[in-house]
């Protein structure tokens, strides 16, 4: 009778043991999610960033190289500068005795998710 008891201790230890692996489990899965949509939202930053100064790095050379008051909408070629879809437009606009600025409007997909982005920067000349 003894030994019976022994493997009924052991059988519970063991239930529990499993119990408390699981709800371990549970936890880190739901961490991992949360790093996943924090590394995926600084990737998308990242992009848009990236995505910002190459499209000022070309609206400041297009200022030095035009001469027109206004600069229609031009919509860039993203595809040498992500890996993931993304939009890129630029808006020139020189008003005068303003200093020239650009409207950039950008659009970066990771998954799911869209980060888009409308800002306006002064064009020091």
Not at 67 to 80: F, G, P, Q, V, W
């Amino acid at each position: 009778m003894k030994r019976y008891k022994e493997k009924g201790f052991i059988l519970l230890l063991v239930i529990t043991i499993l119990a408390v692996i699981g709800a371990v489990m549970f936890l880190l899965a739901e961490d991992s999610h949360t790093m996943l949509f924090e590394s995926d939202t600084a990737y998308l930053r990242a992009t848009q960033r990236n995505l910002t100064a190459s499209a000022l790095a070309w609206a400041r050379y297009n200022m030095t190289n035009e001469t027109s008051t206004i600069l229609n909408k031009h919509d860039l070629d993203t595809a040498n500068l992500t890996t993931r879809p993304a939009t890129l437009s630029v808006t020139i606009e020189t008003a005068e005795n303003k200093e020239p600025q650009a409207q950039i409007t950008t659009s970066t997909t990771r998954k799911r998710r869209t980060l888009k982005s409308k800002n306006k920067y002064t064009l020091a000349q």
